[in-house]
């Protein structure tokens, strides 16, 4: 899949919750393939001079309107920076990178497990599981129900169950205490693919990892180069360090030492 | 027409002066996608070791104020993976190939080099004597003059092609560890590796990398970088190859005025990949508009 880097106009940018900001942005005339579970390295100006681009994973792309959108949390000043631009502002953008979720791997019935922000990718993936036949079910945990993302707009696509760590919405308690992770319901689903914080990721892993699914889940790391040069991504697998940007950021956790 | 071309001695002609950094730069192909990577005057790879080398823990890095620390500690996959998998997806690039070596002995360093010395289309090799992020070998040779010398005179006897040496700015005399190697029998000395560097992340109060300290790169250490190149240009007569923090065209002339016959684009690769074609358009601008139609006239011109 050819990379690009290009400056790519801002058309929408709204806050979908506190400290989240949904960033809609024109690809213009470039026509990229784009695998659900990519990311794409993001900079703008910064007031302290953020030297390094900030890793941001796809969360929708519509190749007919060439419409590219970001789901990002508003954590340090580059993200806060990105996410104050306005519409006709200018995105210094490098993507599509990295691996996506293996479609071919999914199955008929894939659940689909977001932790927070890590619901992102998980838009594009489920549209692009639709479209290929399959039947996902969406499992979103969050800390609290204002911290649920989008939940309207992917339950318009799929079955969404919901946990919040305080109860303020769906069970009380972690995604993975979900009754869909009991050994007779789990059996049901053709494969798990998870995206959120790591110790969700374990958690979800560990109530897979007694059945034969596949489980893969999307890593986040710190990332320079995004593009496989720098090698300070790496995460610890059965084959050594491997890079998140380009061996990932999806992985089996079979693969992974967990 | 502007003459962009620099001789580096021992065969090593370029076709301009714009290199990159070993350890940004991956194998060339990487950067495939953002522009025509055999437009450059070479490209020098990531440094390679005899055996493979599984590299630090992560966390590898933090961003700092204009930088960035990294404590990645060559990981690679050895000499021999290199030329079975990696070389020949090499052949295709036309400028010159730089290999960077690097080990923990000096037997490792002949090893390394001799196998590398069999590659017809690897133009020079680039031996690193400076990387602070491994425990044994690295940057120890390239603080010591002796040890230096040492290393340079046992690689020059099994490598007769250009050979490149790259230099720690983390010693009290830089000029001293490049006399020692020029005496050796090197090529030409590229000038600086990462400054020795920490960061603290306060709330957890624990350090950003795993190794605690790290290599510090980018545009905070250019004014470190300038000065080395300034004092080493001075001190031999190999050509200077100056890096450290050039992310555009100005900067790569800044480099060239203090002494450097080429310039290396490192930290900026990860920024802008594309900024390794922007240096040499921009140097192509520098020159005619200063009316300068050889780049080899620039070089140590600068007026003081």
């Known amino acids: 899949m050819t990379k690009y880097r290009a400056d790519l106009t801002v058309l929408s940018s709204t806050d979908v919750a506190q400290d989240f900001t949904l960033l809609r942005v024109s690809t213009h005339d470039i026509d990229p393939v784009i695998a659900p579970g990519q990311f794409a390295e993001l900079r703008t100006v910064t007031p302290t001079g953020n030297l390094l681009r900030r890793p941001i994973s796809i969360h929708d792309y519509d190749p007919k309107a060439h419409v590219l959108s970001f789901l990002i949390r508003r954590v340090g000043d580059a993200t806060k920076a990105i996410c104050r631009l306005r519409p006709g502002d200018k995105l210094d953008t490098v993507f599509p990178l990295g691996n996506g979720f293996p479609l071919d791997k999914a199955g008929n019935r894939p659940l689909l497990v977001g932790g927070g922000v890590g619901v992102a990718p998980l838009m594009l993936l489920a549209k692009q599981l639709i479209s290929c036949g399959a039947s996902p079910v969406c499992a979103f945990g969050a800390k609290t129900e204002s911290e649920l993302l989008l939940i309207d707009e992917f339950s318009r696509l799929c079955p969404v169950h919901i946990s919040t760590d305080d109860g303020s919405k769906g069970i009380k308690g972690f995604v993975s205490d979900l009754p869909l992770f009991s050994p007779s319901e789990l059996s049901s689903f053709s494969s798990v693919m998870v995206c959120g914080p790591t110790p969700m990721m374990k958690a979800v892993n560990n109530r897979v990892a007694s059945s034969s699914i596949d489980c893969f889940v999307s890593l986040e790391t710190m990332m320079a180069c995004g593009i496989g040069v720098c090698l300070c991504c790496v995460t610890d697998t059965q084959e050594g360090n491997l890079r998140v940007c380009t061996d990932g950021p999806v992985f089996n956790t079979k693969s992974l030492k967990w | ?304």
């Not at chain 2, 940004?24 to 522009?35: C, I, N």
């Not at chain 2, 021999?80 to 190939?97: A, H």
């Not at chain 2, 069999?118 to 690295?138: F, R, Y």
């Not at chain 2, 905070?220 to 190859?241: D, E, F, N, T, Y």
């Open chain 2, 1 to 304: 027409m502007v003459k962009l071309s620099v001789n580096l001695g021992n065969n090593l002609s370029l076709a301009n002066p714009v290199l990159t950094a070993s350890g940004t730069f991956g194998y060339g192909y990487e950067y495939d996608d953002f522009f025509d990577v055999s437009s450059l005057g070479g490209f020098i790879v990531k440094g390679t070791t005899l055996e493979p080398r599984q590299g630090n823990p992560a966390p590898r890095m933090a961003e700092t104020p204009s930088g960035m620390l990294n404590a990645v500690g060559l990981q690679n996959k050895g000499v021999e993976y290199f030329v079975s998998n990696i070389y020949p997806k090499l052949l295709k690039y036309s400028n010159c190939v730089i290999v960077n070596v690097s080990g923990s002995s000096v037997e490792d360093y002949v090893a390394t080099a001799s196998r590398i010395a069999q590659l017809d289309h690897v133009a020079a090799i680039e031996l690193n004597i400076s990387c602070p992020n491994v425990k044994k070998g690295g940057m120890g040779f390239g603080t010591n003059p002796d040890m230096a010398a040492q290393v340079v005179d046992a690689v020059r006897k099994v490598y007769s092609k250009h050979l490149m040496v790259k230099l720690t700015p983390n010693v009290t005399d830089i000029t001293a560890i490049a006399r020692a190697v020029e005496s050796a029998g090197a090529d030409s000395v590229s000038l600086i590796n990462t400054l020795l560097g920490m960061a603290i992340d306060a709330e957890r109060r624990r350090p950003m990398l795993s190794t605690i300290t790290g290599g510090l790169s980018g545009p905070a250490v250019k004014p470190v970088a300038l000065r080395m190149v300034w004092q080493v240009s001075h001190a031999v007569k190999i050509p200077v190859v100056g890096l450290g923090g050039i992310a555009n065209a100005t900067d790569a002339v800044e480099f060239l005025l203090a002494g450097a016959s080429a310039v290396q684009i490192g930290t900026a690769n990860f920024i802008d990949p594309s900024t390794p074609a922007r240096v040499l358009a921009g140097i192509e601008d520098y020159l005619r508009r200063h009316n300068i139609d050889n780049v080899n006239d620039l070089i140590g011109s600068l007026i003081v």
